[in-house]
């Protein structure tokens, strides 16, 4: 049968986050506040490191574009979620359900690799001081820029691919406040054990995988970092320390979206507002608050303005 025939679902119904009009105003107020504080944070963290010329080693190449990654994946959910809160009917049509479904695993999955990218970069530069300027010259930058955006889009195609196919011919109502793979299979008409088992293999195994991976390469740096002076120890401890923050703060929640069987816990709306709206927004921030030379940046950037 062709999909049009198949599909009778043209749009999806948005449960949201609650049902308490209280408790959404409440949220609204929080993430609005918080949207409109720390989102031009993120802009004036690229805004410094590419107007700055002593910040361009790889590190704060990467950091901008984390910053970048962060304020554009809070574009998915947060702007639709915050317009829903003050709507009786949330609803989403089938493409945009897709769509958003898209952009929210291609920047989700590019940020876990950038976070890869960045521990690499931490890795040689610890471990392999001598041979650093050679390993991570600006043509190796731009080339793991380039493979952590086509390995998002990998991941997100295939993503996509596997929801498109099942057929969606009756149940429309979405218990989230926004599109993701868990609450959008369970939809489908049709048994959906395999689609699931896939989901779970390249979205949930992957993120346990990094995330593990990267906390063994936290181990190892950290190991090394012993026999430091004490000034160069402190300077890796520091940003070794936020790197592993902000590891947390990305994987902890989609671990615990993606690696289980897709079935509905008291706590999947919470973690899933964190993940979407709130950590990534924080993840530059709390860099930032924990370096130095881009905070005294930022201080000359903005007093600098203020000045003109």
């Not at 948005?14 to 993430?31: A, E, H, N, Y």
């Not at 054990?193 to 063994?216: D, I, R, Y």
Request: aromatic share 12%; proline share 5%.
């Amino acid at each position: 049968m062709e999909r049009e025939n198949s599909t009778e679902v043209t749009e999806f119904i948005l449960l949201g986050l609650t049902q308490s009009q209280d408790v959404q105003l409440l949220v609204f107020t929080l993430v609005l506040i918080f949207y409109l504080i720390i989102l031009p944070g993120n802009f004036l963290i690229i805004l410094t490191i590419r107007s700055d010329p002593g910040l361009t080693a790889p590190l704060y190449f990467f950091l901008g574009n984390l910053a970048f990654l962060d304020a554009s994946y809070s574009f998915i959910v947060a702007p639709r979620m915050l317009v829903d809160f003050l709507s009786d009917k949330k609803v989403i049509s089938y493409r945009g359900c897709i769509t958003q479904l898209f952009f929210l695993h291609f920047l989700g999955a590019g940020e876990m690799f950038l976070l890869v990218v960045m521990a690499f970069d931490r890795y040689i530069a610890i471990c392999r001081p001598l041979h650093y300027s050679t390993v991570m010259n600006p043509r190796a930058c731009y080339a793991l820029l380039l493979a952590l955006w086509l390995g998002g889009f990998t991941h997100s195609i295939v993503q996509v691919a596997l929801i498109i196919h099942l057929p969606f011919c009756g149940p429309n109502r979405l218990d989230n406040f926004f599109c993701d793979v868990p609450q959008v299979i369970k939809l489908a008409c049709t048994d959906t054990f395999v689609v699931e088992l896939l989901m779970v293999s390249n979205s949930g195994l992957l993120t346990l995988l990094c995330f593990l991976g990267l906390l063994a390469s936290y181990a190892v740096i950290l190991c090394r970092v012993k026999g430091h002076s004490s000034e160069g120890k402190s300077k890796a401890l520091s940003t070794c320390t936020t790197h592993i923050i902000i590891v947390f703060l990305m994987f902890g929640p989609a671990i615990f979206i993606y690696t289980r069987p897709f079935r509905a816990f008291p706590a999947d709306k919470v973690v899933s507002l964190f993940h979407t709206v709130i950590f990534p927004l924080m993840n530059p921030v709390i860099y930032t608050l924990r370096n130095q030379e881009v905070k005294a940046s930022m201080r000359k950037l903005l007093s600098h303005h203020m000045v003109c």
